[in-house]
């Protein structure tokens, strides 16, 4: 049988539907505050998606979100790495004025060219979230899954959230199967896939605050964050997909595969409760992702993700780094299959929820903007640049360096040797052609622009190494003290 929620958005969809605001405001007042969910995927590729354009990975829910949603075609991390994508989206800054530019807690490398610019254990104490603000708003907060901004004494229950499950100082998963040993979350057997545990507590979470008041969600996946890892008939499905176990060296993972349809399905699970419980119709839903999909990692020439077609990924500053899918369902207001070109950022998450939550303005300083009017059919944001700042080596090969973006154009800093490339991601999205000669004027503007505002930023900044050899670089080219597998149990001090 058909939802209402299915109904409602397939009824929008033929007429047309374009409320007006008043009208608008009607319909949410209807059913007092919405409730929000931030449901962030870990580690997913911009191109990982049906939506987006995959075609190999089965997200039959997240599709459907999308057909009801706005979808995002510029929506980009405010980090190319989880701990800073995290805090700005949680605190509307910027990870440059945070500090907090890498993620926790970092990894040595000695050989490099660079020192890397310092970069804290944890978030900073007292700055204001999404949850301290909805709580004191009168929301009921919940964390579920990854936090990864700290350990004791900064975790989600510092920082707002009535209930914290499984959020601690975990980057990823030491396995996807039980026993887990996570903050709140213990327990369990070989046999428990932790996407499907971490759904069963999520459900029983909404079903819960469905019956009080308005709440706040934030749904952090681990998923698809490394290892490899998923229920084996799952797999298999997708061995067949890529026919079967002798298929040559460019098939797909069917690993990742897997856990990208598990968190699919957890979706699914979180839009049913929803319905059963009453609040589907006034329920906000924010769908996206930390950072790009993982392209290699460390020394492994075996591909992960697929960032549609974007160049590089995870750890890098190019466009499969940093831009990710954003879905945004808020019924009654955005327009069913409707899709936003506009360019927004992670920090602009914490204005957009208060303004949705109609909860004030964001705390200063804010660096992001609210971009609810782009739901209600807007078509500018009042902004003409956004800013990256990475003084860090990454895992997957990316190196000390700042972006900015102007309109169509995109320029990309390197600390090493302060080389500058200059795209144009309207004629060249995949980032092929440097333009850093051909347009020198643009280049330089954007390059005093990018400096001027790490100034403002008060942006650390890398500095020489005096132990530099490019002998040992090569030689020693894994991070000191680590595995690549382990290397989120390393510690740089």
Same mark, same amino acid.
């Given at each position: 049988?058909?939802?209402?929620?299915?109904?409602?958005?397939?009824?929008?969809?033929?007429?047309?539907?374009?409320?007006?605001?008043?009208?608008?405001?009607?319909?949410?007042?209807?059913? %007092?505050?919405? =409730?929000?969910?931030?449901?962030?995927?870990?580690?997913?590729?911009?191109?990982?998606?049906? &939506?987006?354009?995959?075609?190999?990975?089965?997200?039959?829910?997240?599709?459907?979100?999308?057909?009801?949603?706005?979808?995002?075609?510029?929506?980009?991390?405010?980090?190319?790495?989880?701990?800073?994508?995290?805090?700005?989206?949680?605190?509307?800054?910027?990870?440059?004025?945070? #500090?907090?530019?890498?993620?926790?807690?970092?990894?040595?490398?000695?050989?490099?060219?660079?020192?890397?610019?310092?970069?804290?254990?944890?978030?900073?104490?007292? *700055? +204001?979230?999404?949850?301290?603000?909805?709580?004191?708003?009168?929301?009921?907060?919940?964390?579920?899954?990854?936090?990864?901004?700290?350990? !004791?004494?900064?975790?989600?229950?510092?920082?707002?959230?009535?209930?914290?499950?499984?959020?601690? =100082?975990?980057?990823?998963?030491?396995?996807?199967? %039980?026993?887990?040993?996570?903050?709140?979350?213990? %327990?369990?057997?070989? $046999?428990?896939?932790?996407?499907?545990?971490?759904?069963?507590?999520?459900?029983?979470?909404?079903?819960?605050?469905? $019956?009080?008041?308005?709440?706040?969600?934030?749904?952090?996946?681990?998923?698809?964050?490394?290892?490899?890892?998923?229920?084996?008939?799952?797999?298999?499905?997708?061995?067949?997909?890529?026919?079967?176990?002798?298929?040559?060296?460019?098939?797909?993972?069917?690993?990742?595969?897997?856990? *990208?349809?598990?968190?699919?399905?957890?979706?699914?699970?979180?839009?049913?409760?929803?319905?059963?419980?009453?609040?589907? /119709?006034?329920?906000?839903?924010?769908?996206?992702?930390? =950072?790009?999909?993982?392209?290699?990692?460390?020394?492994?020439? #075996?591909?992960?993700? /697929?960032?549609?077609?974007?160049?590089?990924?995870?750890?890098?500053?190019?466009?499969?780094?940093?831009?990710?899918?954003?879905?945004?369902?808020?019924?009654?207001?955005?327009?069913?299959?409707?899709?936003?070109?506009?360019?927004?950022?992670?920090?602009?998450?914490?204005?957009?929820?208060?303004?949705?939550?109609?909860?004030?303005?964001?705390?200063?300083?804010?660096?992001?903007?609210?971009?609810?009017?782009?739901?209600?059919?807007?078509?500018?944001?009042?902004?003409?640049?956004?800013?990256?700042?990475?003084?860090?080596?990454?895992?997957?090969?990316?190196? +000390?360096?700042?972006?900015?973006?102007?309109?169509?154009?995109?320029?990309?800093?390197?600390? !090493?040797?302060?080389?500058?490339?200059?795209?144009?991601?309207?004629? /060249?999205?995949?980032?092929?052609? /440097?333009?850093?000669?051909?347009? %020198?004027? $643009? @280049?330089?503007?954007?390059?005093? $622009?990018?400096?001027?505002?790490?100034?403002?930023? =008060? @942006?650390?900044?890398?500095?020489?190494?005096?132990?530099?050899?490019?002998?040992?670089?090569?030689?020693?080219?894994?991070?000191?003290?680590?595995?690549?597998?382990?290397?989120?149990? &390393?510690? !740089?001090?």
């Amino acid at each position: 049988m058909q939802s209402r929620r299915e109904f409602c958005g397939q009824l929008a969809a033929m007429a047309g539907l374009a409320m007006a605001p008043g009208t608008l405001r009607a319909a949410e007042g209807s059913s %007092g505050r919405p =409730n929000i969910v931030v449901f962030l995927i870990d580690d997913m590729g911009w191109g990982d998606l049906g &939506c987006y354009g995959d075609t190999f990975h089965e997200t039959p829910h997240i599709d459907q979100l999308a057909r009801e949603s706005m979808k995002f075609t510029n929506a980009y991390a405010g980090a190319p790495v989880c701990s800073p994508s995290r805090a700005a989206i949680l605190t509307g800054q910027a990870p440059a004025r945070l #500090h907090l530019t890498q993620w926790i807690p970092g990894v040595l490398y000695p050989y490099k060219q660079l020192l890397e610019a310092p970069t804290p254990l944890h978030l900073q104490a007292g *700055i +204001p979230t999404i949850a301290s603000v909805l709580k004191s708003a009168g929301y009921r907060t919940a964390a579920i899954g990854k936090w990864h901004l700290g350990g !004791e004494g900064y975790l989600p229950e510092n920082f707002g959230f009535d209930v914290n499950i499984a959020g601690d =100082n975990h980057g990823h998963p030491p396995s996807y199967f %039980g026993p887990f040993h996570f903050h709140n979350l213990t %327990g369990y057997t070989a $046999k428990d896939y932790l996407t499907d545990v971490l759904t069963e507590k999520m459900d029983a979470f909404v079903r819960d605050a469905a $019956k009080k008041g308005p709440f706040f969600l934030y749904m952090a996946e681990y998923s698809v964050h490394l290892p490899l890892e998923a229920k084996l008939a799952m797999i298999e499905k997708y061995r067949r997909k890529n026919g079967g176990p002798n298929a040559d060296g460019d098939a797909r993972d069917p690993v990742y595969a897997a856990m *990208i349809e598990s968190t699919d399905i957890a979706l699914g699970s979180l839009r049913t409760v929803l319905e059963r419980a009453g609040v589907a /119709d006034n329920t906000i839903i924010l769908l996206t992702s930390d =950072n790009g999909g993982v392209g290699f990692q460390g020394r492994k020439l #075996h591909r992960i993700a /697929d960032n549609g077609g974007l160049r590089a990924g995870k750890g890098f500053l190019y466009e499969g780094g940093i831009r990710e899918p954003l879905l945004v369902h808020w019924p009654g207001v955005t327009k069913p299959g409707s899709v936003c070109d506009v360019p927004i950022i992670g920090t602009d998450f914490m204005s957009t929820v208060l303004a949705m939550a109609e909860a004030g303005p964001a705390p200063q300083p804010a660096d992001g903007l609210d971009f609810s009017a782009l739901l209600r059919g807007g078509s500018t944001l009042h902004r003409d640049t956004l800013y990256w700042h990475y003084p860090h080596y990454s895992d997957q090969g990316g190196k +000390p360096s700042g972006a900015i973006r102007e309109g169509e154009w995109k320029l990309i800093e390197f600390f !090493e040797d302060n080389h500058v490339e200059l795209y144009n991601l309207t004629l /060249d999205p995949g980032e092929q052609y /440097d333009l850093a000669s051909s347009f %020198g004027e $643009k @280049a330089v503007a954007l390059r005093a $622009k990018l400096h001027a505002w790490r100034a403002r930023m =008060n @942006a650390a900044m890398p500095t020489p190494n005096p132990r530099f050899n490019p002998q040992l670089e090569v030689a020693h080219a894994g991070p000191v003290g680590c595995s690549w597998e382990s290397a989120a149990n &390393c510690r !740089e001090d």
